[in-house]
């Protein structure tokens, strides 16, 4: 009896295993993946608005606070009324009050009534001009405030070389006017802010853009400064002057598909635009990942599919090079790479269209084919790693960092035996899952490839028993878009009801 109960004990225990390893390891993609994302997106542009409010928040205290500073008004008087080679001492004294009381801006002026800077901190080329001959400028704005406090939005300022923006106030004695303090602050302190984010990923980016469309933080990809050059002139910036917040799909100023979350706020009588951006390639690789169990099975079936197959392709008699197998060789895009007899192997090949391309011919040696330590162990020396090896000497040799998601691959077999694990190495390095094609046909005994880094081709010609098929494989989906049909992507909702 006592040994029945343990058999059943055991069954029972081993049958919760396996429905908890099925129900887990198979668990059915969530549908909400849209409203997740814009979701932790709303919830940082909330947190990054809060804090860039709290940064001006505490500048425009420190600028009105300065008419209560009898101290600098003092240092402002009397500088004005002294004569300039007995300047010096004061000047010093000036630069440490301003340090421990207005540290958190770029600089200070001293200007009298009729414009002129007497007084700076950083001495640039304003110093002992008047406003009215700094060329294109906003400051002059000043002149005709004499009452009130007023804020100048941020503009190229030519004499610190950079965007900057003004908080000016009036100076009196005994009721009189006397002239300004202007108090300017840089752009690089908001930039630095906004850059500083979690859950952004590789793509993610806040920045912000002022009511002329002009962007006033950096750019995450772009080298060149964007602050102030670059137009974002996107549907995000466009509907939020318009409504005032909201959260789309929509092609940012690079041209790329995102998830955007944006709102228009107001920061000293002006409105501004904050956005946060991640791309959706990022977004649909991290889905897969995490339901990689139940979506690998699914995009093997889609690939089954029928396909457009031919019985010739053109094939031009340029520069060719062969592949033979367990080898990797680069093109430039004049040149025609290709192997032959590809059956229990796997092919893959890498271009950066109009630059070069590189094709391999991967063994079932390569740890593309097994998952188990033991294993590579086993094999020793004769195990490879194909993809990690191509990889790495594709970034190290031929393009930077910022290039990874310009890279174009096709993997080619007559099984999907190397898929799971060769996806896992490219997805690995950085790279998303609209870069990858994946083809394969199970009724071919083996395929031949031919390469074409020119026109960014991949043809792969498949053998079934005596007959030979052609096939343009840059016509097939990318498994991003594989992906999205599985998951019905396009009828997720995106906003909550």
Not at 140 to 165: C, L, V, W
Not at 389 to 411: E, G, H, M, P, W
Request: hydrophobic share 35%; proline share 2%; glycine share 2%.
């Amino acid at each position: 009896m006592k040994h029945k109960r343990l058999v059943y004990s055991t069954a029972a225990v081993f049958s919760f295993v396996i429905c908890y390893f099925v129900f887990f390891y198979n668990k059915n993609p969530r549908n909400d993946l849209k409203l997740e994302t814009f979701s932790i997106l709303k919830k940082i542009r909330k947190e990054k608005k809060e804090e860039i409010n709290r940064y001006f928040n505490e500048i425009k205290k420190s600028a009105i606070n300065i008419k209560d500073d009898e101290k600098i008004k003092e240092y402002f008087l009397k500088l004005k009324e002294m004569k300039e080679d007995l300047q010096y001492a004061l000047e010093i004294e000036i630069d440490n009050h301003y340090v421990k009381r207005y540290g958190n801006f770029y600089d200070i002026l001293f200007i009298s009534p009729d414009g002129f800077v007497f007084h700076s901190i950083k001495k640039e080329s304003d110093y002992k001009k008047n406003v009215f001959e700094i060329k294109d400028s906003k400051l002059r704005q000043i002149i005709n405030n004499k009452e009130k406090e007023i804020f100048i939005d941020y503009e190229y300022y030519g004499p610190s070389d950079e965007p900057a923006a003004f908080y000016s106030v009036p100076v009196t004695k005994n009721s009189e006017f006397a002239g300004w303090f202007v108090l300017q602050s840089a752009v690089n302190t908001v930039s630095t802010m906004l850059s500083k984010s979690e859950n952004l990923g590789q793509t993610g980016e806040v920045y912000l853009v002022n009511q002329d469309k002009l962007m006033l933080s950096e750019s995450r990809f772009l080298s060149d400064s964007t602050i102030l050059k670059l137009k974002v002139d996107t549907e995000a910036v466009k509907e939020a002057l318009k409504n005032g917040s909201g959260e789309k799909i929509i092609k940012d100023y690079r041209g790329v598909n995102v998830f955007s979350s944006f709102e228009k706020f107001s920061q000293f009588n002006t409105n501004w635009i904050i956005l946060v951006e991640i791309d959706e390639d990022e977004i649909i690789t991290r889905y897969y990942k995490e339901y990689k169990p139940y979506l690998k099975d699914k995009i093997i079936e889609n690939l089954k599919e029928k396909r457009n197959f031919v019985q010739e392709i053109n094939i031009s008699n340029i520069d060719k090079k062969r592949v033979d197998i367990n080898e990797f060789i680069k093109a430039n895009k004049k040149s025609l790479l290709y192997t032959q007899g590809v059956s229990t192997c796997t092919s893959l090949s890498i271009s950066y269209p109009d630059n070069f391309g590189y094709l391999a011919h991967i063994t079932p040696l390569d740890e593309i084919y097994y998952s188990n330590k033991a294993v590579k162990y086993l094999l020793a020396e004769r195990s490879t790693d194909f993809i990690g090896q191509l990889l790495r000497t594709v970034k190290y040799y031929d393009i930077y960092a910022s290039q990874l998601n310009k890279l174009k691959f096709v993997i080619t077999a007559t099984h999907a035996e190397s898929f799971e694990k060769a996806i896992d190495k490219i997805l690995d390095n950085q790279v998303f899952l609209s870069q990858i094609k994946f083809a394969f046909n199970s009724n071919a005994d083996r395929v031949n490839i031919y390469f074409l880094p020119l026109d960014n081709k991949t043809i792969a010609q498949w053998q079934v028993r005596e007959n030979l098929f052609f096939e343009d494989l840059s016509s097939l989906n990318n498994l991003s878009e594989i992906v999205k049909k599985i998951i019905q992507y396009d009828k997720m909702p995106a906003n909550r009801v």
